[in-house]
């Protein structure tokens, strides 16, 4: 922030504190269901504001979560790819025998169902799924996020809920009770 | 398009609690405090109650069209109107009623002595012993009097001392009845 005046600078850090405040648990959750391990999606979390804090004051406030939000998607694909680069490994689908106990299962073990079954659809769907069914973004606010035409937004949307429910099925018809 | 979210309208009940797993996870809570720390700034006190940021968040829901969201609570409703006697607000309002009233008393107790001072004026007060005896006069003191209603006590008991001893008034021992102030004076 080196050109910015320090009237700039109070307010930025006024910002940063309530961005903090506000969208710190919706960055972190986009992370995390992008992909982004739980160990990783700290540090993640952090370079986000941390480029959120050098641009926030160009942005305008009913774009700071949008903003950010882009930012998550844009970080998150960023570690997906070193992942990728640095080890080959597969999604992570747990064991047949976990859908036997769906029911009883923990938050924290259903979490880990979830991450598997978002990790079988597209970036670009996996994106807009997330946006819209776990953080409450509107498709109009996905589309500015992710710089799509409504429609296109629209449609990911679709087949992104397609595909879940599809694979959901399938996991329950196959490690369920015979 | 308004679609409501799959958390509510899925058909499946394994859709909706893998996503209500989902929307109900939350960052360790001493991240947030440490990202703040490291980029210099505070966070503020309410953030920190992660649950209640998703509450917030949940809120948002029917702002697209879908219904509510099962973990929404009376807390996400909206701002609640401002109520005098709620929680602080009723000591506050004692403690404001506290010292109002003892200004009054402060400045009451000050101006007695100063409004004495100021007609020089001695105060009138009846001895212990001048009670029980009928011939005894009323003796005079520089005593201040604590308070008004004293004040027209004495008074009463002066003029009356007065025309005691001027003889138009007969020498009889205050009663109770001619002690009161306003009773007694007219009293032959």
Known sequence: MGGVSPKQRAGTAERLSAALGEHFSMVWRTLRRLGVESTAANDAAQVVFVTFASRAHEIPITRQRSFLAGLAIRVAANAQRRKRRNEEEGARVPRHGAWVDEETMKRSERRELLDAGLSTLSTELRTVFVLYELEGFTLPEIAETLELPLVMATSRLRQGRHAFEAWVTREQSSGGPP | ?188
Request: one cysteine or more.
């Open chain 2, 1 to 188: 398009m308004t679609e409501p979210p799959l958390v509510n309208s899925s058909p499946n009940p394994a859709t909706r609690r893998l996503l209500e797993a989902g929307l109900s996870d939350e960052p360790p809570p001493e991240l947030r405090p440490a990202v703040a720390a490291a980029l210099g700034v505070t966070v503020p006190s309410t953030a920190s109650s992660s649950s209640a940021l998703a509450r917030v968040e949940l809120a948002s829901e029917p702002a697209r069209g879908g219904p509510a969201r099962p973990e929404k609570t009376a807390d996400s409703a909206g701002p609640r109107p401002a109520r005098l006697f709620d929680g602080a607000g009723k000591w506050f309002v004692a403690g404001a009623l506290l010292g109002v009233v003892a200004c009054a008393v402060i400045l009451l107790a000050r101006s007695a002595p100063q409004r004495s001072e100021a007609t020089a004026t001695p105060s009138v007060t009846k001895t212990q012993s001048s009670v029980g005896n009928a011939r005894d006069l009323p003796t005079l003191s520089s005593t201040p009097a604590p308070s008004r209603s004293f004040d027209i006590d004495l008074e009463a008991a002066r003029e009356l001392a007065v025309r005691q001893a001027l003889g138009e008034a007969p020498a009889e021992p205050p009663t109770a009845a001619s002690s009161a102030p306003r009773t007694g004076l007219g009293k032959p």
